[in-house]
């Protein structure tokens, strides 16, 4: 995944993402929302990863378009994770950051890549 930016900041902040999942489920002894957030903070470098993969312009736009929603659905638990005092202002700045940085990478690879298509793949 060395040849990928994308791909090494996703796979990145998903360890990250389950390192808090295990922080979450040891420490705070919460289950529920750990589960989540893994699932959503994991699933955005694999989708990443099959879109670089893929065999299709259009099957690279969908894939990342899809880590892109990850990303939202990531920030959304971290934020509601924070709100119920699962975590501090620090561990969720620091996370959502990394978060909001991925977003925009993808966000632009999706808009970039929405644009280079030709006209009728646009829709």
Request: glycine share 2%.
């Given at each position: 995944?060395?040849?990928?930016?994308?791909?090494?900041?996703?796979?990145?902040?998903?360890?990250?993402?389950?390192?808090?999942?295990?922080?979450?489920?040891?420490?705070?002894k919460e289950f529920?929302?750990?589960?989540?957030?893994?699932?959503?903070?994991?699933?955005?470098?694999?989708?990443?990863?099959?879109?670089?993969?893929?065999?299709?312009?259009?099957?690279?736009?969908?894939?990342?378009?899809?880590?892109?929603?990850?990303?939202?659905?990531?920030?959304?638990?971290?934020?509601?994770?924070?709100a119920a005092d699962?975590?501090?202002?620090?561990?969720?700045?620091?996370?959502?950051?990394?978060?909001?940085?991925?977003?925009?990478?993808?966000?632009?690879?999706?808009?970039?890549?929405?644009?280079?298509?030709?006209?009728?793949?646009?829709?």
């Amino acid at each position: 995944m060395s040849e990928s930016i994308v791909a090494n900041k996703s796979r990145q902040f998903a360890v990250r993402i389950i390192r808090l999942g295990q922080y979450l489920q040891t420490e705070k002894k919460e289950f529920i929302l750990s589960n989540q957030i893994i699932r959503s903070g994991t699933s955005i470098g694999a989708n990443i990863v099959e879109a670089l993969k893929a065999i299709s312009q259009k099957e690279f736009l969908q894939k990342m378009y899809i880590a892109f929603k990850e990303c939202n659905e990531t920030m959304y638990w971290l934020d509601l994770l924070y709100a119920a005092d699962y975590l501090s202002e620090q561990q969720f700045q620091s996370l959502n950051n990394d978060c909001a940085e991925l977003q925009k990478i993808l966000s632009s690879i999706t808009k970039t890549t929405k644009n280079n298509q030709p006209s009728k793949e646009k829709r």
